[in-house]
């Protein structure tokens, strides 16, 4: 999995008035959980840009100035309800030899058989969570949608890897192909014009027996 690099402060004061000249000064407090004790520490707004602002899935390099350096996930954020600037970022602690729970983004693949046929394709679900060592932590989970005909559906238990786990119960749709409702709307009409015609005839089969 890709990483990015956020260059931060550790801090000394975790006040509310040090917190507030923190935001105040275009920095975000942060904090690290998952070693021997947490770990505050404060960035840029804009360092955070291309881990919060993206559809994708990163792991963290936190360097911190004086010199040490922690691997990471973002665990949790905070927006200010307004302005939508962030106001707060947890993070957790990443080890080589214990498991994390992650959200990875699906990536569809190829073109439906359904979709081909006047289908519709529908997403159920854009991230999967997963569960694995950071080194088996995927950038995207490819899923092919090219067997699927209209009504057909995709199960979680189709993508099993043996690099990680899915946190999703066996019968999670992870998309389907629908007719679409334009086709509905064709058959239904072909429907009433045939009922339509049966009646004409029926009628005019009763006038010529008079």
Do not use: W
């Not at 081909?116 to 997403?123: A, N, P, Q, Y």
């Not at 949608?145 to 993508?159: A, N």
């Amino acid at each position: 999995m890709k990483s990015i690099t956020i260059k931060g402060s550790q801090r000394e004061s975790v006040g509310k008035k040090a917190t507030k000249a923190l935001r105040d000064a275009g920095q975000v407090p942060c904090v690290l959980y998952g070693g021997d004790k947490p770990v505050h520490f404060s960035a840029p707004e804009l360092a955070f840009s291309k881990l919060v602002y993206t559809p994708n899935a990163h792991t963290v390099v936190i360097a911190l100035e004086n010199g040490t350096s922690f691997n990471a996930i973002m665990q949790d954020i905070q927006f200010h309800p307004v302005t939508d600037k962030i106001l707060h970022i947890d993070f957790y602690q990443l080890h080589e030899d214990k498991e994390i729970t992650m959200e990875i983004p699906v990536n569809f693949i190829g073109t439906s058989r359904g979709v081909l046929s006047g289908g519709v394709l529908r997403k159920n679900q854009r991230h999967l969570k997963v569960k694995a060592i950071p080194a088996n932590l995927p950038d995207f989970i490819d899923v092919d949608i090219s067997p699927l005909r209209i009504g057909g559906k995709l199960y979680i238990t189709e993508l099993a890897n043996p690099d990680f786990t899915f946190l999703h119960p066996d019968n999670t749709v992870v998309c389907q192909v629908r007719r679409s409702r334009a086709s509905v709307s064709e058959i239904e009409d072909e429907d009433e014009d045939e009922g339509t015609t049966a009646a004409e005839g029926a009628e005019a089969t009763a006038e010529g027996q008079e």
